[in-house]
């Protein structure tokens, strides 16, 4: 068996060594794959869905919020489900919104979320509590009288 690339490097001035990995390094050592395993962590355990931040005609997939919460480890869906974590919207009243809140009122623990969560969140890799990013409830404690969805 070969020794380590880097044991025969030894004798080679830092900026003279190769910049390619170790071949003998497993994958899962390399840092082209730590990173993006340690991000995956940040997000792992949750399901999103977006309202009202994906331009009408645009695949939810394709959005940069989708990308980026991929990325960071979440499980994105276009609708939401039972198994539903977060609704992250920019606003009351869509339709996502108001499905999210007669689903809490239900027993769901689906969390509706301002998008700051989501980069808050994944600026610090870390998934952080939703309670400062909830998107407040209406006054009147109900779904709005021009809701589309009853």
């Known amino acids: ?34 990173i993006p395993s340690l991000k995956r962590l940040t997000l792992a355990s949750t399901r999103l869905v977006f309202s009202g931040l994906v331009a009408l005609g645009q695949s939810p997939e394709s959005s940069e919020y989708w990308k980026l919460a991929t990325t960071f480890g979440a499980h994105c869906s276009a609708d939401l ?35 700051q969560w989501l980069l808050d969140s994944v600026a610090r890799w870390t998934r952080l509590p939703e309670e400062a990013y909830l998107l407040p409830e209406p006054a009147d404690g109900g779904s709005a009288p021009s809701s589309p969805v009853r």
């Open 1 to 34: 068996m070969r020794p380590p690339l880097f044991l025969e490097l030894e004798h080679v001035r830092p900026q003279e060594r190769p910049l390619t990995p170790d071949p003998f390094l497993p994958l899962s050592l390399r840092p082209q794959s730590i």
């Open 81 to 115: 489900s039972s198994s539903t974590t977060h609704l992250v919207a920019n606003q009351e009243g869509t339709a996502k919104v108001h499905q999210a809140r007669r689903a809490r009122a239900k027993g769901s623990k689906v969390e509706i979320v301002y998008p």
